[in-house]
């Protein structure tokens, strides 16, 4: 089963910046969709991000796309998650996970396992 370490969580204010990072381990194949996900109290989980392995597409969300960008490193098994003018809206424990049956705005996705998850919050 695939393991996650999880960091880069933190505070912000509106119009600000953070880098979520993950180091995964533990990987049975080459190919794979790796992301995050996010759990807002009172709101439905919703994906966020995550891309293939194999040929590096990534896939975004409507509410963050134009302000979130994911990278791949696939020597170190590493995802970063750069999140740009946060909203207080994008407040949420987000955890990275690894997917399977991904739209291409993440309306629909499924999870195969996941972290324990980073928390992001922003207010004024």
């Known amino acids: 089963q695939v393991q996650f370490v999880e960091s880069g969580g933190g505070w912000v204010q509106p119009g600000g910046s953070l880098r979520l990072s993950c180091v995964a381990s533990?990987?049975?194949?080459?190919?794979?969709?790796i992301g995050w996900f996010r759990q807002a109290p009172g709101k439905e989980r919703e994906g966020v991000s995550c891309i293939e392995s194999t040929h590096g597409t990534p896939y975004y969300a409507d509410s963050v796309k134009g302000r979130f960008t994911i990278f791949l490193d696939s020597a170190e098994n590493t995802v970063t998650l750069q999140m740009n003018d946060l909203k207080p809206e994008d407040t949420a424990v987000y955890y990275c996970?690894?997917?399977?049956?991904?739209?291409?705005?993440?309306?629909?996705?499924?999870?195969?396992?996941w972290g324990q998850g980073t928390q992001v919050t922003v207010s004024a």
């Open positions: 533990g990987f049975t194949s080459d190919h794979y969709q």
């Open positions: 996970a690894t997917f399977f049956g991904v739209s291409k705005t993440l309306t629909h996705y499924q999870l195969d396992s």
